[in-house]
């Protein structure tokens, strides 16, 4: 070693001199704010210090090891943070840790995650808006893209076991309102004149091989008068309905109820329908208020916690809350200030306004004699 510093010249020697006073006071640096917790900061001065001596082995090992150690608790923090749905705090650790260790394969990883969580994020609102408008094919569609980039995301798992459920229910219904059209779809010749409604009905049930049920609330002396050749069950029975202001409705493939037309036997019949809305912008107890003013909705659950709202009732009074929920369910608009802070002194705000004199002079003229 004294023979290589032997054989620099003066300015050389004076430059390794500094360099390693420099490197000296960049590790002690880096040590001080690791003991005061700014490990970031820390490990750029240690950094630094391995830089301006690189054969020091001690500022060496100390730089690696305090890279990495700050790289793991950060990327760490930010994994749980991602885990948790705040994507901006885990987007800002991982840049920290890239800044500290750029090529950290842990860190470009975590990166793109973020990334792909977003745009998860916003396909699942697009998600969101095919459900409300009853698109469950496309809905279910979307979900699995989201989960083709990433398979195990929760939100979308949910949501693809909730579509698959509903989806096979609404295919279910699609085939018994086909079988049910199928049957009624059969064609009938009748002749019958001014002869009772149980009786006509008999004789479809017979001819058609359909059940055909009356509510114990259809008065039993109505008869009608129909004549038809080679008709379709159905458009029979709504002719002979239409003439007694009944109703009817398809209790399956091949049964009908036949019941009296008045609100209150259509209210007590009707198919109930349970649908719950997560409310996000607006008060849950706010918007049941509305729903109860506006559709005479007496089955509405609240839930204040999860600021939740479900609603029991017909299947058009739920489609009418739907789009009346989406109405109000809105952000409040954004309004932008610009705003200009102006400073000024003590003593400048002293000097605003009039400036009275403090002293005054008296002189005589030049021509004027004085007495006295």
């Known amino acids: 070693m004294r023979t290589r510093l032997a054989a620099l010249s003066p300015i050389a020697l004076g430059v390794l001199l500094l360099a390693g006073c420099a490197a000296q006071l960049e590790h002690g640096k880096g040590m001080d704010l690791l003991a005061q917790g700014k490990p970031a900061e820390a490990v750029e001065s240690l950094r630094r210090a391995n830089t301006l001596e690189p054969d020091n082995v001690r ?10 150690t700050v790289v793991q608790n950060l990327v760490t923090a930010a994994d ?6 705040k994507l901006d705090a885990a987007i800002q650790r991982y840049r920290e840790a890239a800044r500290v260790d750029p090529a950290n394969p842990r860190v470009k990883s975590g990166l793109q995650a973020v990334e792909a969580e977003r745009r998860s994020g916003t396909q699942l609102q697009a998600v969101d808006r095919l459900v409300q408008a009853n698109q469950t094919e496309p809905a279910l569609e979307q979900v699995r893209r989201v989960l083709k980039e990433n398979p195990q995301h929760p939100r979308a798992l949910a949501l693809q076991r909730s579509l698959e459920e509903r989806a096979d229910a609404e295919r279910q219904a699609r085939e018994e309102q086909l079988a049910a059209r199928a049957a009624f779809k059969r064609p009938v010749t009748l002749n019958f004149r001014d002869t009772p409604l149980k ?16 509510d114990r609330d259809v008065k039993s002396d109505l008869r009608t008068t129909i004549f038809v050749k080679d008709a379709a069950i159905e458009d029979t029975l709504d002719v002979i309905l239409l003439q007694n202001q009944l109703e009817k409705r398809v209790l399956n493939s091949n049964t009908l109820l036949i019941y009296p037309a008045t ?17 996000s912008n607006i008060d849950v107890a706010f918007m049941a208020n509305i729903v109860k003013t506006m559709l005479k909705t007496k089955d509405i659950v609240t839930d204040v916690k999860t600021n939740t709202l479900v609603i029991r009732d017909t299947p058009e009074a739920v489609a009418l809350a739907e789009r009346l929920i989406a109405a109000n369910d809105v952000p409040d608009a954004e309004v932008m200030l610009e705003v200009e802070v102006l400073e000024i002194s003590a003593s400048r705000a002293s000097d605003i306004g009039l400036i009275l004199p403090s002293s005054f002079t008296v002189s005589t003229p030049s021509l004027a004699s004085t007495i006295g």
Do not use: P
């Open 80 to 85: 749980e943070e991602r885990s948790d749905g």
């Open 263 to 279: 609100a209150a036997k259509q209210k007590e019949l009707a198919e109930l329908k349970v649908r719950s809305f997560q409310l």
């Open 199 to 214: 009786v006509v009905f008999e004789a479809i049930g017979r001819i058609g091989n359909v059940n055909v049920i009356v």
């Open 59 to 68: 500022y060496r090992i100390d730089y690696l090891n305090q890279r990495s």
